[in-house]
């Protein structure tokens, strides 16, 4: 079973920065598709970033420019750099992974972030 384990939770006033690794154990080219989804207070979850197989990457409009989701090959990690964070930033992000389009995903335990305003 695949593990991902998040870390970088915490807690930033407006304007500054986080990033969340997500350590993916096996070989992270076997994803077609890695990516972060946070939760907001309201229960609402939504797609952060995700990237494929063949790099391309898709942000959630409220995030573009700001975030950047990258992959490290050699270590099996997925980053996600935030900047410029924002209060309505806030939530649990979630890293998961897709092995096929058929596929469940699996997904990270959680990581919290928090910007005050």
């Known amino acids: 079973q695949v593990q991902l384990v998040e870390s970088g939770e915490g807690l930033v006033q407006t304007g500054g920065s986080l990033r969340l690794s997500c350590v993916v154990s096996?070989?992270?080219?076997?994803?077609?598709?890695l990516g972060w989804y946070r939760q907001g207070p309201e229960l609402q979850r939504e797609l952060v970033a995700s990237?494929?197989?063949?790099?391309?990457?898709i942000y959630a409009d409220s995030v573009k420019g700001r975030f950047t989701i990258s992959k490290d090959n050699a270590r099996n990690t997925l980053s996600l750099q935030m900047n410029s964070l924002k209060p309505e930033d806030s939530g649990i992000y979630y890293c998961?992974?897709?092995?096929?389009?058929?596929?469940?995903?699996?997904w990270g335990q959680g990581t919290q972030v928090t910007v005050s305003s």
């Open positions: 096996g070989n992270i080219f076997s994803f077609i598709t």
């Open positions: 990237m494929g197989d063949g790099l391309d990457t």
């Open positions: 998961y992974a897709l092995r096929c389009t058929s596929c469940r995903a699996d």
